[in-house]
């Protein structure tokens, strides 16, 4: 029993290992400065990553159809892809002139392997050659079958006035026979496409005559929080505007200037790419292999440490998730949060976040939270007739938010 619990321990521990040498997941379209994987159904998808141990290993693709919530679909694979649900990546290479070695894979999606033939929520996941998942990243196909109308506004909730924003939206659907709205359509509104703070599951306010209206008052009210912060370093030699000083060590090494929390800070208007990240390099042709990576250091000063508090830097580079590696840990002789995080070169928007004891994340606390703040606010629309098998995705739409300045 001991040895069982042993080698299950070092499985474990070797899963974990592997999933961090793995870098730079990025789930995009060919399109240049497009970040969303939500895309019309037929359109090529590009997931490409990196692994620190640079050994050409064989990764393994494979594909999954869920609900509109998230859960596994009933169909088989079938139903939903013409070809294999399974394949090994192919096209991968190893980087060039680079202090930090890597394998750099990518795969397209569709490809002539697989060809994915109904819209919905898809679940790509990467496993390696014990079909053990290394990751996993979320994308949505969708129709175009309802137009789907989008405002965002300044909360009209007295209480949040000043710090939320809020999602009106309507579905259109002049061709498209739907009996019964309340349990044929399902809804999501997505904040920056960041699927961790994702509202669903909103019922019409008012019926029309082909159309529904969702109007609401709170619960379509999102936290309008704060521009985010970043950095380039396109150039690993070179300070940018917002990097304090360089080290050359067995990897570069970049200080970024702390930011210093304060609660009663003003909102400052700071153009961002809400949350996103681009690769690129000046010093290389070829920025998926010759772009090298550079250990960060984040700093937030603080004038103590936070009670019951976790402190994170998040963002898309780790899919807005709250890891041991994102963590920032407290120096008591400086009064300052740091977290050292290895990342390619490139241009990188990040903030701070904080945890609570009730495991819930909160992005307000540390930089603010103002209805000023630009957003891009994403509506989805599925549908699935009774009876229907699957839930599609019927329509999308899109709507960014310029507060007041």
């Known amino acids: 029993m001991v040895k069982k619990n042993c ?3 070092i499985f474990i521990f070797c899963l974990q290992f592997q999933a961090q040498s793995i870098k730079t997941i990025q789930l995009r379209p060919n399109q240049t400065n497009i970040y ?3 895309v019309p159904l037929g359109t090529v998808l590009t997931l490409s990553f990196d692994d620190l141990e640079a050994d050409s290993k064989d990764y393994y ?5 869920m609900t509109y919530d998230w859960k596994p679909s009933r169909l088989l694979a079938n139903q939903y892809i013409d070809g294999f649900q399974k394949n090994v990546i192919l096209d991968y290479n190893n980087s060039f002139n680079t202090l930090q070695n890597y394998t750099h894979y990518e795969v397209q999606i569709p490809n002539t392997n697989t060809r994915i033939t109904k819209s919905g929520n898809y679940l790509i996941s990467i496993l390696d050659q014990y079909d053990d998942v290394i990751f996993t990243r979320r ?4 129709e175009q079958n309802v137009i789907v109308g989008v405002q965002a506004q300044r909360s009209r909730d007295t209480k949040t006035y000043d710090t939320e924003q809020t999602i009106e939206f309507t579905v259109n659907y002049p061709n498209l026979r739907i009996n019964n709205p309340n349990m044929e359509i399902h809804t999501a509104v997505l904040q920056n496409n960041n699927w961790e703070t994702v509202k669903t599951d909103f019922q019409p306010t008012f019926f029309k005559q082909n159309q529904l209206v969702y109007s609401y ?3 379509s009210n999102f936290a309008g929080g704060n521009e985010y912060l970043n950095f380039d370093n396109k150039i690993l030699r070179n300070k940018s505007l917002n990097t304090q000083f360089i080290e050359k060590r067995d990897v570069w090494y970049h200080y970024l200037y702390p930011y210093e929390y304060n609660q009663y800070k003003k909102y400052t208007y700071n153009p961002d790419i809400n949350g996103q990240f681009l690769v690129r390099t000046l010093e290389g042709n070829t920025p998926k ?3 090298d990576y550079a250990n960060v250091n984040f700093a937030l000063f603080a004038n103590e440490e936070f009670i019951d508090k976790e402190i994170y830097v998040y963002g898309a580079f780790n899919n807005f998730e709250l890891t041991e590696e994102n963590r920032m840990y407290f120096d008591k002789e400086n009064n300052i949060f740091t977290a050292n995080i290895l990342l390619k070169q490139g241009f990188y928007n990040y903030t701070f976040i904080s945890k609570n004891s009730n495991k819930q994340g909160d ?6 939270n103002h209805h000023q703040t630009e957003n891009e606010y994403t509506v989805l629309v599925y549908f699935k007739p009774v009876g229907g098998l ?8 899109t709507v960014l938010f310029k507060g007041e300045r």
């Open 217 to 219: 008052t709170k619960n």
């Open 390 to 397: 699957f839930d599609r995705v019927a329509g999308v739409g």
């Open 139 to 142: 994308f949505v196909l969708y």
């Open 363 to 368: 992005i307000t606390y540390l930089i603010g």
């Open 61 to 65: 693709y494979k594909i999954d159809l």
């Open 36 to 38: 969303t994987s939500i």
């Open 7 to 9: 080698f299950f321990l």
């Open 289 to 291: 292999t010759e772009a």
